[in-house]
């Protein structure tokens, strides 16, 4: 049985499993060699993860599969988009299914929620920041409906 639900405590372990998952698949892709895997695991991760849980400027949402997290997002609403109309949106910041559940519209099911979350936030604009590497997940999103609307660019010094 399928269960998309709001994240608890509960669900901590879980997603930071999860999100440890989703840290060494960027790096093993090659999307981003400047994550650290262990982060999720240190007070700076734990705590940012049971806030991102918690606050009502955040979201936590897991997907259940008979009762075991096989997949969750995490997403939160920033404030930092000066010379806008709408200088408040929703950052998709995390999200990740376990790869034997990938295919099935879980992924989906997701970002349907945290729509729904960020529109009764009364939030106007929705985000997430994706390695341009990552062709399949940039395919996710425009499936999702998401466009490209800005490049960021960076270099190591």
């Not at 399928?2 to 440890?20: C, H, R």
């Not at 008979?66 to 988009?81: A, F, P």
């Not at 099935?104 to 994706?130: C, D, M, Q, S, T």
Request: include cysteine; charged fraction near 35%; glycine fraction near 6%.
């Amino acid at each position: 049985m399928v269960e998309i639900k709001k994240a608890t405590l509960d669900d901590f372990s879980s997603i930071q499993a999860l999100n440890k998952k989703l840290f060494l698949y960027e790096i093993k892709q090659g999307y981003d060699d400047n994550i650290n895997p262990d982060w999720n695991f240190s007070k700076e991760g734990i705590n940012e993860i049971k806030e991102r849980i918690t606050s009502k400027e955040s979201c936590g949402i897991v997907i259940k599969i008979d009762n075991k997290v096989v997949g969750y997002l995490i997403g939160l609403i920033l404030e930092d988009e000066t010379g806008r109309k709408e200088s408040r949106y929703a950052e998709l910041e995390h999200m990740f299914v376990d790869k034997e559940h990938r295919g099935k519209g879980l992924g989906e099911k997701l970002v349907v929620e945290f729509k729904k979350w960020a529109k009764n936030k009364n939030l106007k604009r929705l985000k997430a920041n994706i390695s341009y590497k990552n062709k399949k997940a940039i395919a996710f999103y425009k499936k999702s409906g998401l466009i490209s609307a800005d490049i960021t660019m960076a270099m190591n010094i």
